[in-house]
């Protein structure tokens, strides 16, 4: 469980008396389920006292109890579900920056497991910005697809997926519940190039809906064009919970 801890955690006992400091009430609460968390007590999933119990435990106030749920929440330790509570987080994903991997070998690698469901499947007419992606007429024929993806139960992806007909004539046809459209499009089109823009986006409505988060949630969103060749293969956006994702890239000069 260590990897739910930031860099620069340290428990107090481990401080030389001479740097001892009076630890705000705030601190405390969080310091003490940061330590269930840590030791295995609370496991991923496992629901965290409300801020009425916390209240009564640590006989605070419930703005204090609600500041560290909230801080814990922004942190990675915990995610909350609306109307139900507070749950310990699963470590943090970690997903290739500059190398492209299907979602799924990514959290089978973590010991995880994958599933998805399928939300959109279907032929649509270019506009404007989709026909300047691909390099085609406005209203030509693309695939269309929204996938969401999901790590033990919990949704970790949207994948917002648009695709050349000329390069995936069968696309429609798949069931991607059992082959994601990454693994099929890369083999029907093998990959030779790829485009990455990474950005810090609030998620919208639907969004976080799909993804259970509360509404405007930060969220890392990705925004991926691929080639085969000379042509284009897929435009995808995909879009991960801030708190449950990691992206991490690697470079040779």
Excluded at 8 to 27: G, Q
Excluded at 42 to 58: G, I, T
Excluded at 114 to 143: D, M, P, W
Excluded at 180 to 196: I, M, R
Aim: hydrophobic share 40%; aromatic share 10%; charged share 20%.
């Amino acid at each position: 469980m260590t990897d739910n801890l930031p860099d620069n955690y340290l428990p107090d006992s481990y401080l030389p008396d001479s740097y001892a400091k009076p630890v705000p009430l705030y601190a405390q609460v969080k310091q003490s389920i940061i330590e269930k968390i840590y030791t295995g007590v609370w496991k991923p999933h496992d629901r965290v006292p409300s801020e009425a119990e916390l209240v009564k435990q640590f006989n605070c106030s419930r703005m204090t109890a609600n500041r560290a749920l909230r801080e814990l929440t922004a942190e990675g330790f915990l995610f909350r579900l609306q109307g139900v509570g507070s749950f310990v987080s699963e470590p943090k994903g970690q997903s290739a920056l500059f190398e492209i991997h299907s979602i799924a070998d990514e959290i089978v690698a973590r010991a995880n497991r994958h599933r998805c469901k399928v939300l959109k499947l279907a032929e649509v007419n270019a506009n404007i910005t989709q026909a300047a992606e691909f390099s085609i007429a406005v209203g030509a024929l693309l695939y269309h697809s929204i996938i969401v993806h999901y790590e033990n139960d919990v949704p970790v992806q949207i994948e917002d997926r648009y695709v050349n007909v000329q390069a995936a004539p069968e696309y429609l046809r798949q069931d991607f519940r059992q082959q994601t459209a990454h693994d099929y499009l890369s083999h029907v089109a093998p990959l030779t190039e790829g485009e990455h823009i990474v950005e810090a986006v609030a998620g919208d409505a639907l969004s976080c809906r799909l993804l259970h988060i509360e509404a405007n949630t930060p969220c890392l969103l990705i925004s991926r064009r691929t080639w085969s060749k000379a042509f284009i293969v897929s435009s995808a956006k995909l879009l991960f919970p801030g708190h449950r994702y990691k992206l991490k890239g690697r470079f040779n000069s």
